[in-house]
């Protein structure tokens, strides 16, 4: 234990180690009805659901890492994994050289975990007495809790809200007093489960803004899940997609829309309506309203038919993009539902 | 290396001993849950009031039954040891029971709450119990003034106080009966890893317990009854249970029902339950939350 603890401060070692982790977890099946609940009080039948099937990955520190997957495909099952609160069934596990699930005081010291918005703030008390409570349990130096203290609360702009019963805050409040509480032990690792979800627009600006900022400071390595792409976007290099607990694509950003997507969308605004015969030498019309067109066109044809529109339409104005990230990750997902049990993890059709 | 990667700077409290360092950190949970027990202060206040209300009814049956009889006393109290039997049974209850700690706990399990507990360096029976402590010391500060009133009203039922060594004795075993209750108590709500819903439980533990606790008569009164081994009657078994510790042990002791020898006896069987108690507690944490996460998400 000591050997790999030491080992795992060296730059070259991952932070997370994870190979061939898998966990089943027993659903009983209760059947419609009073007379089969009946039945089901002598004969239970309950079956096995892979929630995880064997991954395997490595993260190095200071990595910002997003998984994604449709709800169900076993994102929460990993980080709740690799926060030690459950056990797999098979595999292993290393962050920052410590076995998770073996709960050890010196591995919790040195990671988070903020899961869902009720987590560790106290419901009653002004969030000033939780940040108190974790000085005591984290063992920070007073000095020190001070300072990193007043740091977030700053940067979250929420240094008024500290003496506030926490149940009297806004979910969004509430959700940066939760990343406050967090950082507060300074973590080496930061897992975050959809940390974003139900907030408005500006909440989300500040959140991501802090991480970046977290992030790059100190280094930490984050890793969190999400549903929405703006989060991807805004912070992570690397993107884990799961779908039925395996992993189906670990890459980074960009690459996800080289490799999953065939076109581009090219918008048009025209002098005229047209035809929609006339538009579809150029691309597949997804929407022509009026003298507005919305077409995909091949990657591959972009350079030869952006000249053909320009000389033969009167265009008032053009934009080329990418589709949307949230359309490819939609396909990723909906391709993949179908796909059988089994069926080796690969590119999209 | 840089600094930043060291994951535990050799601070001044890594350097403390280990078991003052678990204080401090419990000393603290203590003050907080203490803070966050004060927001619930008039729920305390009128929870207490409602209580003397069973206490009334028990007089008035314990009147009836007596006027209904021609003796003195029934099975050694008399009219006025009944009352002054259930005023400090009253008193112990409110060291020994625990309202919503099992439910509590197993709650926690259900929606998922208890991650916490397995995510932060942090003891969750420490916790329970600071938590507790606090839950106690808020009731005693607003209950005090009621009680004090039913017992200063109620002082002629009461026989002569008893000697230093007894009352020692008695503030003792109120300890213990909290220590008792509390470990009872979350073991019960431990058994949430393993089944769903755990108040049908709790409801035959509180059955069990208002029978063999004293809390609906004094123990000692089972003693005309036998079981069917030679010299033995139901006094004698239930003494050995931990269930009249959290009752009727402090009560009889104050009354000098229990003295010398047995009194000793007595109060080693109750260290030993809260022992036992205290060790079954922990082993089911151990193996629920090695087994937390097997069902379900």
């Known amino acids: ?349 | 290396m840089s600094g930043r990667s060291v994951p535990l700077e050799p601070d001044r409290h890594v350097a403390s001993p280990r078991l003052l360092e678990g204080l401090r950190v419990w000393c603290t949970m203590l003050a907080i849950c203490l803070e966050e027990r004060l927001v619930y202060r008039g729920d305390f206040l009128l929870g207490t009031a409602m209580r003397f209300l069973p206490i009334v009814t028990q007089i008035f049956l314990w009147t009836a039954v007596f006027s209904a009889t021609s003796r003195a006393d029934i099975a050694g109290y008399t009219r006025d040891d009944v009352v002054a039997y259930y005023l400090l049974t009253m008193l112990t209850r409110a060291f020994s029971s625990m309202p919503g700690l099992a439910g509590g706990i197993a709650r926690s399990i259900r929606d998922g709450s208890i991650k916490k507990f397995l995510v932060q360096p942090v003891d969750f029976i420490g916790f329970l119990l600071a938590a507790r402590v606090a839950h106690k010391l808020v009731y005693y500060a607003v209950a005090i003034v009621p009680f004090a009133a039913v017992f200063l009203l109620c002082r002629g039922y009461f026989p002569p106080p008893p000697d230093a060594p007894t009352v020692l004795v008695f503030l003792a075993s109120l300890v213990l009966a909290f220590l008792l209750g509390f470990f009872m108590e979350a073991t019960l709500g431990m058994l949430g890893f393993w089944v769903l819903e755990v108040s049908s439980i709790v409801f035959g533990y509180m059955l069990v317990q208002y029978l063999l606790s004293g809390h609906m008569f004094p123990i000692d009164m089972l003693a005309g009854i036998p079981t069917g081994i030679p010299g033995v009657n139901v006094a004698d078994l239930v003494q050995w249970l931990p269930f009249g510790y959290t009752a009727y042990f402090p009560a009889a002791v104050w009354l000098g029902k229990i003295e010398g020898e047995e009194l000793f006896r007595a109060l080693a069987v109750e260290v030993g339950w809260v022992v036992v108690m205290a060790i079954a507690c922990r082993a089911a944490w151990h193996r629920g939350t090695r087994r937390y996460g097997a069902f379900g998400g």
């Open chain 1, 1 to 349: 234990m000591d050997n790999s603890a030491s080992r795992s401060k060296s730059e070259s070692t991952p932070v997370i180690e994870v190979e061939g982790l898998a966990k089943e977890y027993r659903v009983h099946d209760k059947p419609e009805g009073l007379a089969a609940s009946v039945r089901s009080l002598f004969h239970r039948t309950s079956r096995v659901v892979e929630a995880l099937r064997g991954v395997d990955l490595r993260v190095g520190r200071g990595e910002f890492v997003a998984l994604l997957g449709p709800n169900g495909a076993g994102k929460t099952t990993f980080l709740k994994l690799l926060s030690g609160i459950i056990t797999p069934s098979r595999g292993t596990a290393r962050v920052l050289g410590h076995v998770p699930w073996v709960r050890e005081n010196e591995f919790r010291r040195r990671f988070a975990l903020v899961m869902g918005q009720r987590n560790q703030l106290w419901w009653d008390l002004p969030a000033a007495e939780s940040f108190r409570l974790h000085r005591e349990i984290y063992r920070i130096e007073p000095s020190r809790f001070t300072r990193v203290r007043d740091e977030l609360v700053d940067l979250l702009g929420v240094r008024q809200l500290v003496l506030q019963p926490v149940r009297e805050l806004s979910l969004g409040e509430r959700m940066k007093l939760e990343l406050v509480a967090a950082l507060l032990h300074e973590p080496e690792v930061l897992f975050l489960d959809e940390p974003t979800i139900g907030l408005d627009v500006v909440a989300q600006h500040t959140i991501h803004a802090f991480l970046r900022h977290v992030q790059a400071e100190r280094r930490v390595t984050v890793m969190l899940t999400t549903h929405y792409m703006k989060d991807v976007a805004a912070l992570c290099e690397r993107v884990i997609v799961i779908t039925h607990g395996d992993i189906l694509y670990d890459g980074s950003l960009a690459d996800i829309v080289d490799r999953f997507t065939t076109h581009k969308i090219v918008t048009l605004d025209l002098d005229e309506v047209p035809s929609p015969a006339r538009v579809a030498r150029y691309g597949f019309p997804c929407e022509v309203r009026g003298p507005r067109v919305v077409l995909r066109v091949d990657r591959g044809r972009i350079a030869e038919v952006l000249p053909d529109i320009l000389r033969d339409e009167g265009v008032r104005d053009v934009s080329v993009e990418d589709v949307p990230l949230e359309e490819i990750v939609a396909e990723l997902f909906r391709s993949t539902r179908t796909r059988p049990v089994g069926a080796p993890a690969g590119a999209a059709p």
